[in-house]
């Protein structure tokens, strides 16, 4: 079993940044070479925000957050890093950990198997 550890949430002005952490424990193997955030406003559908997977790094990011966030990773730590700068009211929401990419499309919340519990992020204008 995977655990996942969420951390740096928070209430934050628009235009301020925050960056949440994020750290894999327990039975982590090949299955855990990819990371990714997953948000979820009140009243909305899970949505990916950003991933990432080792060893090639390669990242990948929902169109909404490009040039505002950027995500990386700490293979040896099994850490992953969400860096969210230039913030707005809209990126209010649970921010989730997730890991165990089973599947094709990095977005697409049924393709992760294992999730944190989630980090609130409140952005206020």
């Known amino acids: 079993q995977v655990q996942l550890a969420e951390s740096g949430g928070g209430p934050v002005q628009a235009g301020g940044s925050l960056r949440l952490s994020c750290t894999a424990s327990?039975?982590?193997?090949?299955?855990?070479?990819?990371m990714g955030w997953f948000r979820q406003a009140p009243g909305k559908e899970r949505e990916g925000v950003a991933a990432?997977?080792?060893?090639?790094?390669?990242?990948y990011s929902a169109d909404f957050v490009k040039g505002r966030f950027t995500i990386s990773l700490d293979p040896a730590k099994k850490t992953v890093f969400l860096q969210m700068n230039s913030l707005k009211p809209e990126d209010t929401a649970t921010y989730y950990c997730?890991?165990?990419?089973?599947?094709?499309?990095?977005?697409?919340?049924?393709?992760?198997?294992?999730w944190g519990q989630g980090t609130q992020v409140t952005v206020s204008s």
């Open positions: 997730a890991t165990g990419f089973y599947g094709d499309t990095w977005w697409r919340e049924r393709d992760w198997g294992y």
């Open positions: 990432i997977c080792a060893p090639s790094l390669a990242t």
């Open positions: 327990g039975y982590t193997n090949e299955d855990t070479n990819c």
